[in-house]
C-alpha cells in the first residue's frame, strides 16, 4: 500500500499539473478540521444524514476548486514568463511567438477569428475586399483645412430680392433711364440684382412710372421693353406684367385719368416690336369684365387695324426730346408761333413749347420770332412778340443764356437777312430798344445790336466835293 502511495505522488510531480501549493492551499481550507472529525464519523459509523449531505457539498465544492486551478495553471503554462520566454517552450522556436498585432482573442473563448472580420479596432483598414470611395471634405469638420484644398473658387452670391424691396430698388433705376435713355446701363443694373421669380414686374413698374411721366417716357419704356425682351425678359414674362397692369387699372385712373387709353397704346407697340406674342389680344376676347380694361384693350385692336399699322405705332408716342430732327423742331416752332399770331394764345403757346421737351433748343425759338418780326408788316407781330418773350421770361420757359444766344444769332445772320429785307437794321433796332425797355434783354445786348454805317456819296450840287 506505502509503494502504491509513493508511485501516485511521484506521478503527479511529473507530470507537473498539481504542485505542492495545492495541498497547502487544501491545509490551510478552512474546512480541514471538519473534514477530519466527519471522517472520524464516519469510521465509527455514526453519521446522520444532515452531517453526511453537508458532507457531499462540501467534496462538490472542492472539485470545483481543483478544477479551476487547473485550468488557470494551463493558461499561465502558455503565456510570457518574466524573462520574456514561454514557459515550458523552446523561445527560439518560431511556432512559439505570439504575434502582438494578432486580432484574434488570446483568452482561450471564441472560434479564433479575428474582431468584425478584420475592420475592427483603431488604426484598421478594413475588411479584406472593402473598396472605398474619395469623399468630399466636410466644411463643418473641426479638423478642416482650407488652404490644403487646391484652388479654392470664391461666387458672389445675391440674394434673391424681395417683392416688398422690389420697388424701393427698381423705381431709382427707372427714373435715371429717364434721362439718360441707355438700355444697356439698365441691363447691367438688372443683372446685378436677383429679381428671380419677381423679374416680369420690373416691365409693370416701368410702364407705371411712364404713365405718370411725359410723351418722351412713355416712348424711353416702349424702347426699353423691346430691348430688354430679347436678352433678360421673354414674352410669357412680358404678358405676364401687362395682365397685371390690366387688374390695377381702376387703381391706376386715379393718378393718371387717360390710363387705359395709354396701357391699349403700349400693347400695341409691345405687339409691333414683338415684346408681346400676336395672339395677345386673342386670349382677352370675352373674357374681361373690367371696363377700363376693355377700353385698353380696344384702344390696342384698333390701333394694330390700321394701315401699315407696324409703321404707325413706331411714332405712336410723338418722337419727343432731343431725339427729333432740327429740322422737324423748327417746323413745329414755326407752327406755334403763326399760332400764336392768330389766336395771341400765350398760356396754349407755352404748353406747345413745354411738350416739345427742348429746353437746349428754345433759342430757335427766339430766332424765329425776331425773323417773323422783320419779315412782318407792322408794328402789330413786334409787340406780340415782345408780350410773348416777355410772358416766357417770366414763366421761366426762357433762359437768359437761350434768349441771349437767340438775339446773337439773328445778328450774326443779319446781313443775309437784310438781303431780302432791305429795312432789317432799322427795325431791329427799334425791336432791340423795345425788349430793353420790357426788360426782355440785358443793356449789354442791347448794345450788341450792329448798326448799318450811312454812306455818304457825292452830291450833283456840291461840285465834286466829298460831303465830312
Given at each position: 500500500?506505502?509503494?502504491?502511495?509513493?508511485?501516485?505522488?511521484?506521478a503527479?510531480?511529473?507530470?507537473?499539473?498539481?504542485?505542492?501549493?495545492?495541498?497547502?492551499?487544501?491545509?490551510?481550507?478552512?474546512?480541514?478540521?471538519?473534514?477530519?472529525?466527519?471522517?472520524?464519523?464516519?469510521?465509527?459509523?455514526?453519521?446522520?444524514?444532515?452531517?453526511?449531505?453537508?458532507?457531499?457539498?462540501?467534496?462538490?465544492?472542492?472539485?470545483?476548486?481543483?478544477?479551476r486551478?487547473?485550468?488557470?495553471?494551463?493558461?499561465?503554462?502558455?503565456?510570457?514568463?518574466?524573462?520574456?520566454?514561454?514557459?515550458g517552450?523552446?523561445?527560439?522556436?518560431?511556432?512559439?511567438k505570439?504575434?502582438?498585432?494578432?486580432?484574434?482573442?488570446?483568452?482561450?473563448?471564441?472560434?479564433?477569428?479575428?474582431?468584425?472580420?478584420?475592420?475592427?479596432?483603431k488604426?484598421?483598414?478594413?475588411?479584406?475586399?472593402m473598396?472605398?470611395?474619395?469623399?468630399?471634405?466636410?466644411?463643418?469638420?473641426?479638423?478642416?483645412?482650407?488652404?490644403?484644398?487646391?484652388?479654392?473658387?470664391?461666387?458672389?452670391?445675391?440674394?434673391?430680392?424681395?417683392?416688398?424691396?422690389?420697388?424701393?430698388?427698381?423705381?431709382?433705376?427707372?427714373?435715371?433711364?429717364?434721362?439718360?435713355?441707355d438700355?444697356?446701363?439698365?441691363?447691367?443694373?438688372?443683372?446685378?440684382l436677383?429679381?428671380?421669380?419677381?423679374?416680369?414686374?420690373?416691365?409693370?413698374?416701368?410702364?407705371?412710372?411712364?404713365?405718370?411721366?411725359?410723351?418722351?417716357?412713355?416712348?424711353?419704356?416702349?424702347?426699353?421693353?423691346?430691348?430688354?425682351?430679347?436678352?433678360?425678359?421673354?414674352?410669357?414674362?412680358m404678358?405676364?406684367?401687362?395682365?397685371?397692369?390690366?387688374?390695377?387699372?381702376?387703381?391706376?385712373?386715379?393718378?393718371?385719368?387717360?390710363?387705359?387709353?395709354?396701357?391699349?397704346?403700349?400693347?400695341?407697340?409691345?405687339?409691333?416690336?414683338?415684346?408681346?406674342?400676336?395672339?395677345?389680344?386673342?386670349?382677352?376676347?370675352?373674357?374681361?369684365?373690367?371696363?377700363?380694361?376693355?377700353?385698353?384693350?380696344?384702344?390696342?385692336?384698333?390701333?394694330?387695324?390700321?394701315?401699315?399699322?407696324?409703321?404707325?405705332?413706331?411714332?405712336?408716342?410723338?418722337?419727343?426730346?432731343?431725339?427729333?430732327?432740327?429740322?422737324?423742331?423748327?417746323?413745329?416752332?414755326?407752327?406755334?408761333?403763326?399760332?400764336?399770331?392768330?389766336?395771341?394764345?400765350?398760356?396754349?403757346?407755352?404748353?406747345?413749347?413745354?411738350?416739345?421737351?427742348v429746353?437746349?433748343?428754345?433759342?430757335?425759338?427766339?430766332?424765329?420770332a425776331?425773323?417773323?418780326?422783320?419779315?412782318?408788316?407792322?408794328?402789330?407781330?413786334s409787340?406780340?412778340?415782345?408780350?410773348?418773350?416777355?410772358?416766357?421770361?417770366?414763366?421761366?420757359?426762357?433762359?437768359?443764356?437761350?434768349?441771349?444766344?437767340?438775339?446773337?444769332?439773328?445778328?450774326?445772320?443779319?446781313?443775309?437777312?437784310?438781303?431780302?429785307?432791305?429795312?432789317?437794321?432799322?427795325?431791329?433796332?427799334?425791336?432791340?430798344?423795345?425788349?430793353?425797355?420790357?426788360?426782355?434783354?440785358?443793356?449789354?445786348?442791347?448794345?450788341?445790336?450792329?448798326?448799318?454805317?450811312?454812306?455818304?456819296?457825292?452830291?450833283?450840287?456840291?461840285?465834286?466835293?466829298?460831303k465830312?
Amino acid at each position: 500500500m506505502a509503494t502504491e502511495v509513493e508511485t501516485w505522488s511521484n506521478a503527479q510531480q511529473a507530470d507537473g499539473m498539481i504542485s505542492l501549493d495545492n495541498n497547502q492551499t487544501e491545509a490551510n481550507s478552512p474546512y480541514g478540521d471538519d473534514e477530519d472529525e466527519l471522517n472520524e464519523a464516519e469510521v465509527n459509523g455514526n453519521w446522520t444524514p444532515q452531517e453526511k449531505a453537508l458532507h457531499e457539498a462540501r467534496l462538490k465544492a472542492k472539485a470545483k476548486r481543483r478544477l479551476r486551478k487547473s485550468s488557470s495553471r494551463n493558461s499561465a503554462s502558455e503565456s510570457f514568463s518574466e524573462s520574456g520566454d514561454l514557459a515550458g517552450s523552446d523561445p527560439n522556436s518560431p511556432k512559439c511567438k505570439v504575434n502582438t498585432n494578432d486580432r484574434k482573442s488570446r483568452t482561450g473563448k471564441g472560434r479564433g477569428l479575428p474582431k468584425k472580420g478584420g475592420a475592427g479596432g483603431k488604426g484598421v483598414w478594413g475588411a479584406a475586399g472593402m473598396v472605398y470611395e474619395d469623399e468630399e471634405p466636410d466644411v463643418q469638420d473641426p479638423n478642416y483645412d482650407e488652404s490644403a484644398q487646391g484652388d479654392t473658387v470664391y461666387a458672389t452670391v445675391v440674394p434673391e430680392v424681395d417683392e416688398k424691396e422690389l420697388g424701393k430698388m427698381v423705381n431709382p433705376i427707372v427714373k435715371e433711364y429717364f434721362e439718360h435713355g441707355d438700355t444697356k446701363e439698365v441691363q447691367m443694373l438688372l443683372k446685378e440684382l436677383n429679381l428671380g421669380p419677381h423679374k416680369f414686374e420690373f416691365s409693370s413698374v416701368a410702364v407705371s412710372l411712364s404713365l405718370e411721366g411725359k410723351a418722351s417716357h412713355r416712348e424711353l419704356t416702349s424702347r426699353l421693353l423691346s430691348d430688354l425682351s430679347v436678352k433678360l425678359l421673354s414674352q410669357s414674362d412680358m404678358a405676364r406684367a401687362f395682365d397685371k397692369m390690366l387688374k390695377e387699372l381702376p387703381d391706376l385712373i386715379l393718378d393718371t385719368p387717360e390710363a387705359p387709353q395709354m396701357l391699349g397704346q403700349f400693347i400695341a407697340r409691345a405687339i409691333a416690336d414683338h415684346v408681346l406674342p400676336m395672339s395677345f389680344l386673342d386670349c382677352y376676347k370675352g373674357k374681361v369684365d373690367c371696363e377700363h380694361a376693355r377700353v385698353a384693350l380696344d384702344r390696342a385692336a384698333v390701333l394694330l387695324s390700321m394701315k401699315r399699322a407696324m409703321v404707325r405705332l413706331d411714332n405712336v408716342w410723338g418722337v419727343g426730346g432731343g431725339l427729333r430732327p432740327v429740322k422737324h423742331l423748327v417746323k413745329e416752332m414755326n407752327l406755334l408761333l403763326k399760332e400764336y399770331l392768330i389766336s395771341g394764345d400765350v398760356s396754349e403757346a407755352g404748353r406747345c413749347l413745354q411738350e416739345l421737351e427742348v429746353p437746349h433748343f428754345h433759342h430757335e425759338l427766339v430766332y424765329e420770332a425776331i425773323v417773323m418780326v422783320l419779315e412782318s408788316k407792322g408794328d402789330t407781330a413786334s409787340h406780340m412778340m415782345i408780350k410773348l418773350l416777355q410772358a416766357f421770361w417770366k414763366m421761366g420757359l426762357i433762359t437768359v443764356d437761350q434768349m441771349n444766344r437767340g438775339f446773337q444769332r439773328v445778328y450774326d445772320d443779319l446781313p443775309e437777312i437784310n438781303l431780302d429785307v432791305p429795312h432789317a437794321h432799322s427795325i431791329m433796332e427799334t425791336f432791340v430798344d423795345l425788349c430793353y425797355q420790357e426788360a426782355v434783354i440785358t443793356k449789354q445786348l442791347r448794345d450788341a445790336c450792329p448798326s448799318r454805317g450811312r454812306k455818304r456819296f457825292v452830291s450833283e450840287g456840291d461840285g465834286g466835293v466829298i460831303k465830312n
